[in-house]
């Protein structure tokens, strides 16, 4: 089964950009960042290290905006 996360961020240009993850259960997930095909496929192990290093670097970076604070409901496609 796979399960879709999708949030939009703000884009000075384009007004937004797309940001994806897929999780396939039992397999891989992957990130998908902007309109295209960039991805980059992940093991869950290696998802993990990404979350935490990326979590904390971000976080020094100040306050999250407002529009990040909302609740992401996982899609079937």
């Known amino acids: 089964m796979r399960r879709f996360y999708r949030l939009r961020a703000p884009d000075?240009?384009?007004g937004t950009s797309p940001v994806t993850?897929?999780?396939?259960?039992?397999?891989?997930?992957?990130v998908?960042?902007?309109?295209?095909?960039r991805r980059m496929y992940l093991t869950p192990d290696e998802a993990w290290a990404l979350w935490r290093?990326?979590?904390?670097?971000?976080a020094s970076t100040g306050t999250p905006p407002?529009?990040?604070?909302?609740?992401?409901?996982p899609k079937p496609r």
């Open 53 to 58: 290093c990326l979590s904390e670097a971000v």
């Open 32 to 37: 998908a960042v902007g309109p295209g095909r």
């Open 66 to 73: 407002d529009w990040i604070r909302v609740p992401i409901t």
């Open 21 to 30: 993850v897929r999780v396939t259960e039992g397999e891989d997930l992957y």
């Open 12 to 14: 000075v240009e384009r």
